[in-house]
């Protein structure tokens, strides 16, 4: 009989976390890689994905890097499938891979629309599409989204980032549904305010801080180790009859008035 703390564990499976050279990503990739997986960094910056491979090799972990533009659908395609030939097929999927442009609406650009849309929106389905026939001809898998609170709650200056996120959720679900019969498993997790490189400008304006503190019942900002435990119960056995849902990691925030 298995233990309930073993289903937790993730050893001999590869895991390909998208934008995971730092931040959020790098944070979930590192609960993967504690859980006994092994992990690959995805990103553009192959300098930034290398330092962060080798911080987590240096704590005995299992890491390595693949470079690839995720917002590229044929650059996706050869991406996985050069991971699928090095490492063998990928087991768990972390759709991480995300900007925001903050600006009022009047503000935005063309570019400003199709760049967020792209890189946290049409990249998840990209990938997906590119690791679901494996993990259909064997009957397992685990897909992880990182969707967001703007995934239900809005900003002002957040437009294409809360669109983007929305339908994040709404292509968690739908995934969910169509892979269950697969075997594949589609979760998300949506973190509240995380202190990163995305949200620095934020961390940085006294007034935000200060709202921030008093909004969330916490009273603080969430670290990226912090996001780590649930995206390793999404990905692992733990979640096994867990498919479609949003995990809400941020400190109180969307139960609180």
């Not at 931040?23 to 930034?48: I, S, Y």
Request: charged residues 20%.
């Amino acid at each position: 009989m298995t233990r309930t703390l073993d289903r937790f564990r993730l050893d001999g499976r590869i895991a390909l976390v998208t934008g995971g050279g730092s931040g959020l990503g790098l944070g979930m990739a590192r609960g993967l890689a504690e859980a006994g997986a092994t992990v690959v960094l995805n990103g553009r910056t192959a300098a930034r994905l290398e330092a962060a491979a080798r911080e987590l090799n240096a704590d005995g972990l299992r890491a390595q890097v693949q470079v690839f533009d995720v917002t590229d659908p044929a650059a996706v395609r050869e991406g996985v499938a050069a991971v699928e030939t090095r490492l063998g097929a990928i087991d768990v999927l972390v759709n991480n891979a995300g900007i925001a442009r903050r600006r009022p609406l009047e503000e935005l650009s063309d570019d400003d629309w199709r760049t967020v849309l792209a890189t946290n929106l049409d990249s998840a389905f990209y990938l997906a599409r590119a690791v679901a026939p494996g993990m259909k001809r064997r009957r397992s898998g685990a897909i992880v989204n990182t969707c967001s609170l703007t995934s239900s709650l809005a900003r002002p200056t957040t437009l294409p980032y809360a669109v983007s996120k929305g339908g994040l959720a709404m292509l968690t679900r739908g995934l969910a549904v169509e892979l269950a019969p697969h075997g594949i498993r589609v979760n998300a997790v949506a973190p509240g305010y995380f202190r990163t490189d995305l949200t620095a400008p934020l961390a940085a304006d006294a007034a935000f801080d200060g709202w921030l503190k008093q909004r969330t019942p916490a009273g603080r900002w969430g670290d990226p180790i912090e996001l780590a435990g649930a995206a390793v119960f999404l990905a692992s056995d733990a979640a096994s009859y867990v498919n479609g849902q949003l995990l809400y990691v941020d400190g109180g925030f969307t139960a609180a008035m």
